[in-house]
């Protein structure tokens, strides 16, 4: 069973930027999708991108397209999102999620569609 864990969240002001990560030590993330998600208390779990197996396809949220780009180096076995022009409305607990089932070339925002989750890395943008 995967064990998927999150680093690089942090404090940061407003227009900063963050790379935030997502391994495995154990699996090799190369036969997932995976998703990146964010949660501030009281609200949804917010799909904010993700990415196909083969990092062929890619999809964002509207709220972060163009300042957030997802990738993935399956030779470190890593997905990263880079965080750029952050707002303060970007603070969150930023997940990192597996998805056994999609297609190839495929990827899904949806958090009923992920199969293993993260424990989360906070971001806060503030001044």
């Known amino acids: 069973q995967l064990e998927v864990v999150e680093s690089g969240g942090g404090l940061v002001q407003p227009g900063g930027s963050l790379r935030l990560s997502c391994t495995d030590s154990r699996f090799t993330l190369a036969h997932y999708a995976i998703g990146w998600f964010r949660q501030v208390p009281g609200k949804e779990r917010e799909g904010v991108s993700c990415i196909s197996r083969d990092g062929g396809s890619t999809d964002y949220a509207a709220s972060v397209k163009g300042r957030f780009t997802i990738s993935r180096d399956n030779a470190k076995n890593t997905v990263y999102l880079q965080v750029d022009s952050l707002k303060p409305e970007d603070t969150a607990v930023y997940y990192c999620?597996?998805?056994?089932?999609?297609?190839?070339?495929?990827?899904?925002?949806?958090?009923?569609?992920?199969?293993?989750w993260g424990k989360g890395t906070l971001v806060t943008v503030s001044s």
């Open positions: 999620a597996a998805d056994n089932t999609a297609f190839q070339g495929l990827c899904s925002m949806n958090s009923r569609d992920m199969d293993y």
